[in-house]
């Protein structure tokens, strides 16, 4: 997962599937939420962070990404410098 200042990019990438990827505008982001499930996830501080969109866009998750409190954080400073 790459945040830049106005985009969040989210990398999908396989050894025998296609690669993908989704771009959010920052702003179009609504709320987040990190699921971490399991003992092993919090000790390795990764997780699955979900961007919920409005307009009725589908949502977008994100697996696997390490320590995703902080990039939820990163993202909130960001949107909030853009809103203002």
């Keep these: ?15 025998f599937r296609e690669n993908k ?11 987040i939420k990190i699921n971490q499930h399991g003992i092993i ?5 990764y997780g699955i962070v979900s961007f919920i969109l409005t307009s009725g866009e589908v949502s977008k998750v994100a697996r696997f990404v390490p320590d995703p409190y902080h990039l939820v ?5 960001i949107k909030l410098q853009k809103e203002t």
């Design 21 to 31: 990827q989704d771009m959010i505008d920052i702003l179009k982001i609504q709320d």
């Design 73 to 77: 954080e990163h993202i909130h400073r």
């Design 1 to 15: 997962m790459v945040v830049c200042d106005s985009h969040v990019i989210i990398l999908h990438k396989s050894l």
């Design 41 to 45: 996830q919090a000790i390795l501080n």
